[in-house]
């Protein structure tokens, strides 16, 4: 199942996407949604609850009468510019793969990866993508003219979403991809649970508003999607329905949340923590883990990924403006279903 909810026309819409339906062919043949629609000023109005059916990617709901056509995600994608952020983790070059194959006429994939150089962002794409079995019906398709396919289609940079404009150094690139770039998807993040609270805070919290500052900065925008984890909802039973957090809001009614007092209070902890020459960086890192566990469970969530991944959501909110905006809710992520072929999957821990 993957949740989340979008902002069309103005409008806060929800979704919980159920995979797996099948026709008496036994050929998958509808993805079925759950759609509630919420006034964009107050959460709690509730306008209406649609079933809303899919066939491929062609989705179409209806709202207050109007009928809404979103459209082929593959044609939405031709001749488009893409900002791909944590492009050789598990989901993202499984995304780059999936593009490249269904939709080669996009025009450009620029894929910001953690490197000392542009070169080097390369290798690693190449190394940790490219090399994998997950890459091969494309290998299979283009031959030997991969290689020339991939450079005219992808664009490694070498950049962290921790940083100002993403870290890209060089100037002429960045101006370049602020004229160009169309969709921009957030897919970097740390999903370690009990993640040192100063890397958990930069990356999943911070880091989603510097690529939101930097989609703000590309003139052809059209879209920020946002994958964030189903898990932001706590472990509340019962239905759970897929509404945005807002500032300062907890899930356990606890007042007083503050993204900036919880940046102030990492800081002084670490400033703490290295004003003790005795302190060795494993006890640091074991208190920094601590923190954070403490600061998420005092807010009513569970742990440290969960707590940023949502501080992370409320951030792209409020400071969104009127950038179209996506925030993907997806539950257990676990190996390939069906495409590009059963079963693909790293990182099992």
Request: charged fraction near 20%; glycine fraction near 6%.
């Amino acid at each position: 199942m993957w949740t989340g909810f979008a902002i069309i026309n103005g409008e806060i819409v929800s979704f919980a996407i159920i995979n797996g339906e099948r026709s008496q062919d036994k050929q998958p043949s509808t993805v079925s949604c759950i759609i509630y629609h919420f006034s964009s000023v107050r959460r709690t109005n509730l306008h209406n609850l649609h079933l809303l059916r899919t066939c491929r990617t062609s989705i179409q709901c209806t709202s207050n009468n109007t009928v809404m056509e979103l459209g082929s995600i593959v044609d939405f994608l031709d001749n488009k510019v893409m900002l791909i952020t944590g492009a050789t983790g598990f989901l993202a070059k499984i995304f780059v793969e999936k593009i490249l194959r269904v939709q080669p006429n996009v025009k450009k994939l620029y894929l910001l990866i953690r490197a000392s150089d542009g070169k080097s962002a390369l290798q690693r794409f190449n190394n940790e993508a490219v090399a994998k079995d997950l890459f091969k019906l494309l290998k299979e398709k283009h031959g030997t003219n991969l290689h020339n396919f991939l450079s005219q289609k992808v664009t490694p940079v070498d950049g962290d979403i921790t940083c100002d404009d993403l870290g890209v150094q060089d100037s002429s690139l960045k101006a370049q991809m602020w004229r160009e770039v169309d969709v921009v998807v957030n897919a970097a993040a740390t999903t370690n649970f009990d993640e040192s609270y100063d890397v958990a805070l930069n990356l999943n919290t911070f880091g989603a508003k510097n690529v939101l500052n930097f989609a703000k900065k590309c003139v052809n925008i059209k879209l920020l999607l946002h994958v964030s984890t189903a898990y932001v909802s706590g472990e509340k039973p019962g239905l759970i329905l897929e509404t945005p957090y807002y500032l300062g809001e907890s899930l356990n009614g606890t007042r007083g949340l503050n993204i900036d007092k919880e940046r102030k209070i990492v800081e002084d902890k670490l400033k703490e923590l290295e004003s003790d020459n005795n302190a060795s960086q494993q006890f640091i890192k074991i208190a920094m883990k601590e923190l954070g566990m403490l600061r998420a469970q005092h807010y009513g969530w569970p742990n440290t990924y969960v707590f940023t991944k949502a501080l992370g959501e409320m951030i792209i909110g409020h400071l969104k403006g009127d950038m179209p905006v996506v925030i993907v809710r997806p539950t257990i992520v676990t190996s390939t279903f069906k495409e590009p072929f059963p079963g693909w999957v790293e990182g099992i821990r």
